[in-house]
């Protein structure tokens, strides 16, 4: 690990100009790439204390051994070399978007004597219009399919052409009428090319003005009783709106866009991108990446565009298609170079570009269908990466490393506390049990201890009441002779100690109807949500409980530095660690599960009315009791003789409801606010 003062440039070295920089290590690999505005304010920011530096930031200047700089003349030159270094060197400190498949494009090979239409990957070609992406290679099939009844173009490989023009005989298309046949002379160079260029242009959008000419030569066919050959344009105006049905219409039909949307947590940013054609959606795609470097959501938009146009030239890049640069590029956030991305984007264009937010209308409700791709493709994402086996079992043996256990922690345990300004304080407990999340162990509480808001006394508090019914099961099991420390859990249904425990059996763990008990397995390992605070509250209830064989952590959100009892410092796990992966999401599903527990109780609370004060009134009779006198007002009015006429009410329960109901006072009246009139409940 190098000292970053000792390859730190001396003072008026660094030029005060744009330009792009490069950090290598001590084998003169380079480790990133960067660009700035200035670089002597960019570069000098790296060279600071280290414990001012992001822990990612940190790490790069200690594993870079020596850093250079190129000047160039404007952030647009800076912008494009960036993009090429990172292309060229990799960097391992860079972000990186990983594409998850080689997306397939609808290419015309405009190029050619006889265009001829194709699926495509790969390295955009010149002189080919490209459309897409799509997200599978059938899709397009499907769609050329339907457009080849009324644009015949060529779709054969150079080597079945060359045979068809050998021996004279088109192939099966020529014959059933999907292919023009210029194999065999059928239409000219000219002619077929005049075919590609429709089809080019109805897969570009402009599909108005050819279904219009179509439909006035159907009607003109009908009229002069060509009745066969109005029936052909019939049946091509057909295939044509099924093939545009394939591709909804969502925005004007002039309109060229791509939306990008980003979805993204601590460790990993998904993005999507919607091509938007002619009004239509012509193709998505997406990419993951791991974030090794500290970025936020403008810093990933810029990495994505520099991802996606970074190769294109020209309008749509090759004529057209929903490929290359649209004239509108729709983003989540404005990066902090917008005016030099704009400009650089123009130049790929060949034409102005415009970079914006949308801020209403039918563009932003796009983008939030875009942005919940996004939201989706990432969840799905750490789905498949959580399921892996071989990933799952790295991650466990990483987290018994990096905290010292003797053996991989199978069952984890995670604590969450939440509250909304101190109120409705609740708590949650999830349960991963080789890596995978086990929904029926997850267990919910109240803090009932205290009022208020204290996150380290309600982390206490639940960490006791989680282990003393651990406890308690022990005891019933036969595992445990002494009598729980603090006894029963009030309104938990546990039995206090001092009775005799019960003989062992060998379904001690479990209840009569053959579930799992509650609370009855310990884990290995105790995650709260929180830093040392939290975590020194975590063990010293276990301490309290005689518990010391259970490990305890906990996961700071800020930058998910793992904190252990008694540790002044943190412990650091690599940003690419399976392990942290595992801890985070441990510590989110915790937080989840919690944060909807208490937004249900706030909800609830909410709802509450006068009757729910009453004691032992239900709500088939609290309905009853509404029902029959209309509103609380008339029932706080009504008399005990009145209230028992209701059906399922005795006097009894009569007296206490309106015992209830005088004790809360009567509502201040509701007055409508712009007539000033007192409105009667």
């Not at 050619?112 to 194709?118: D, G, H, N, V, Y």
């Amino acid at each position: 690990m190098a000292d970053p003062s000792s390859y730190r440039p001396k003072p008026g070295e660094i030029p005060d100009e744009p330009g792009v920089y490069r950090f290598r290590d001590q084998h003169g690999r380079v480790v990133y790439v960067g660009k700035a505005k200035s670089l002597r304010q960019r570069l000098s920011s790296y060279f600071q204390d280290l414990t001012h530096l992001h822990p990612r930031t940190a790490t790069m200047v200690t594993t870079a051994a020596s850093v250079e700089w190129t000047v160039v003349t404007t952030e647009v030159e800076a912008l494009q070399l960036e993009y090429t270094w990172i292309k060229e060197y990799d960097p391992r400190f860079n972000v990186k978007y990983r594409d998850d498949k080689s997306y397939p494009y609808l290419a015309v090979t405009m190029n050619e004597e006889f265009p001829r239409a194709q699926v495509m990957r790969g390295t955009k070609r010149k002189g080919v219009r490209y459309f897409g992406p799509y997200g599978h290679a059938w899709a397009i099939r499907e769609t050329v399919d339907l457009l080849l009844r009324v644009f015949p173009v060529r779709t054969c490989s150079a080597g079945v052409f060359k045979r068809a023009h050998q021996i004279g005989r088109p192939c099966l298309l020529g014959y059933i009428d999907k292919c023009s046949a210029p194999c065999v002379g059928r239409v000219t160079p000219e002619e077929h090319r005049e075919l590609a260029e429709g089809f080019c242009d109805f897969m570009a959008g402009r599909t108005g003005a050819y279904l219009r000419r179509l439909e006035s030569g159907m009607h003109e066919a009908s009229e002069a009783m060509e009745y066969e050959r109005a029936g052909r344009l019939r049946d091509d105006i057909e295939a044509l709106r099924r093939a545009m049905e394939k591709n909804a219409v969502v925005l004007a039909d002039a309109t060229d866009a791509d939306l990008i949307a980003v979805a993204e947590d601590e460790l990993e940013a998904a993005v999507q991108i919607f091509h938007v054609r002619g009004g239509r959606v012509r193709g998505q795609r997406g990419w993951v990446t791991d974030k090794v470097e500290h970025v936020a959501t403008p810093q990933l938009v810029e990495h994505a565009l520099q991802q996606l146009y970074g190769d294109e030239w020209g309008d749509g890049a090759t004529g057209g298609g929903s490929g290359g640069v649209p004239r509108e590029v729709l983003v989540p956030a404005l990066p902090e170079a917008a005016d030099a991305l704009t400009d650089w984007l123009g130049e790929r264009r060949g034409s102005r570009v415009s970079l914006r937010v949308p801020q209403r209308g039918d563009k932003k409700d796009l983008m939030a269908t875009v942005q919940r791709n996004a939201q989706q493709a990432l969840a799905l994402h750490k789905t498949k990466r959580a399921s892996d086996l071989t990933t799952r079992s790295r991650a466990l043996e990483e987290i018994a490393e990096a905290l010292d256990l003797d053996s991989a922690p199978l069952r984890i345990e995670c604590f969450d506390i939440s509250h909304l300004q101190g109120e409705d304080v609740v708590a949650s407990m999830v349960v991963f049990e080789d890596g995978l999340a086990r929904k029926s162990e997850y267990r919910r509480f109240q803090i009932k201890s205290f009022a208020g808001q204290d996150d380290v006394r309600s982390m206490h508090e639940v960490i006791s009441r989680r282990f003393r019914r651990y406890l308690r099961e022990k005891e019933k099991s036969g595992g445990w002779v002494e009598e729980s420390p603090e006894g029963p859990e009030p309104g938990e249904n546990g039995q206090g100690g001092g009775e005799e425990p019960a003989a062992p059996r060998p379904d001690a763990h479990r209840e009569e109807d053959g579930r799992p008990k509650r609370f009855a397995y310990p884990p290995q390992l105790v995650v709260v949500d929180g830093g040392a605070p939290q975590v020194a509250a975590a063990r010293r209830a276990m301490d309290e409980l005689g518990i010391d064989d259970v490990a305890v952590c906990g996961l700071a959100k800020r930058l998910e530095e793992v904190w252990l009892p008694g540790d002044s410092d943190p412990v650091i796990l690599p940003r690419s660690s399976e392990g942290l992966y595992l801890l985070q999401r441990v510590r989110d599903e915790a937080h989840r599960f919690a944060l909807r527990y208490q937004r249900g109780k706030r909800a609830q609370s909410m709802k509450k009315g006068p009757l729910d004060a009453v004691p032992g009134l239900g709500e088939t009779r609290k309905k009853a009791l509404l029902k029959h006198f209309g509103s609380v007002k008339r029932l706080r009015a009504a008399s005990v003789e009145e209230i028992c006429e209701v059906p399922g009410i005795g006097r009894k329960t009569a007296e206490t409801v309106l015992a209830a109901l005088t004790e809360r006072g009567p509502a201040a009246p509701a007055v409508n606010t712009a007539t000033g009139e007192i409105i009667d409940d």
